[in-house]
């Protein structure tokens, strides 16, 4: 079993930065692909990033390439989503998961944390 807390989330303007973390229970983190995934107002859940289970590959959606960077670390149980140059369109709840392996955190979550909301003005 695995716990996911998100933090980090609030209200900025585009343009500004924000770190996302995402805190897991148990000793089998380093088990885990994590990634994270999004929800905007009126929107289907999506994608956002991935990261394997030893931090080696990463994965992410098109639409964050080249502003958005994951990371974890594994020692701590923690998995971190920076945001770069954020624009209002990245205004979501977003919400940490973890599952087997990268390939399939896609399509087969295992976990999923409660979310924590971003907020971007124009």
């Keep these: 079993q695995v716990q996911l807390v998100e933090s980090g989330g609030g209200l900025v303007q585009a343009g500004d930065s924000l770190r996302l973390s995402c805190a897991a229970s148990g ?3 380093r088990g885990y ?3 994270w995934f999004r ?3 009126g ?3 999506e994608f956002v990033a991935a ?3 030893s931090g080696g590959s990463t994965m992410y959606a ?3 390439k080249g502003r958005f960077t994951i990371s974890r670390d594994n020692a701590k149980n923690t998995m ?3 945001m770069n140059s954020l624009e209002p369109e990245d205004t979501a709840v977003y919400y940490c998961a973890a599952a087997q392996s990268i390939t399939v955190l896609q399509s ?3 976990y999923w944390g409660q979310g924590t909301q971003v907020t971007v003005s124009s």
């Design 80 to 82: 971190y989503l920076q």
């Design 33 to 35: 692909a994590v990634g």
């Design 108 to 110: 087969s979550v295992h």
């Design 62 to 64: 098109d639409s964050v």
């Design 51 to 53: 990261i394997s289970r």
């Design 39 to 41: 929800q905007g107002p």
């Design 43 to 45: 929107k289907e859940r």
């Design 27 to 29: 000793r089998t983190f």
